[in-house]
């Protein structure tokens, strides 16, 4: 299983970017994914999850209500649309994919990750 992230960048303050990852070596409708960040010197954050069929996701307080995270099973795709990023959005982030249908908030919850994709927030 691949997952390639994508989409990252330097942006302003109060802007918006979309993050893309795309699942390649088996369905990803079948599995919950998640969103995780880290910036330089900290601990990789979790930072959203989808259930396989998109009807639950998890949010980490800290992107409620700026973030959203959705997915399109046939394309083998999940996005992030991340609106009114801060400057401590700044981070690295991974795409990565459960081995069940189901998500959580940590990293062990997660089988297989992708490379990551920078996110620079300038203020």
């Known amino acids: 299983v691949q997952l390639q992230a994508s989409g990252g960048g330097l942006v302003q303050a109060g802007g918006s970017l979309i993050l893309s990852c795309v699942a390649s070596?088996?369905?990803?409708?079948?599995?919950?994914m998640g969103w995780f960040r880290q910036a330089p010197g900290k601990e990789r954050e979790f930072v959203v999850a989808i259930n396989w069929s998109g009807a639950y996701k998890d949010y980490a307080d800290s992107v409620k209500g700026r973030f959203t995270i959705s997915r399109d099973n046939a394309e083998n795709m999940v996005y992030l649309q991340m609106n009114s990023l801060k400057p401590e959005d700044t981070a690295v982030y991974y795409c990565?994919?459960?081995?069940?249908?189901?998500?959580?908030?940590?990293?062990?919850?997660?089988?297989?990750w992708g490379q990551g994709t920078q996110v620079t927030v300038s203020s």
């Open positions: 070596g088996r369905t990803l409708g079948h599995y919950g």
């Open positions: 990565a994919q459960a081995p069940s249908g189901s998500v959580g908030t940590t990293a062990g919850a997660y089988l297989y």
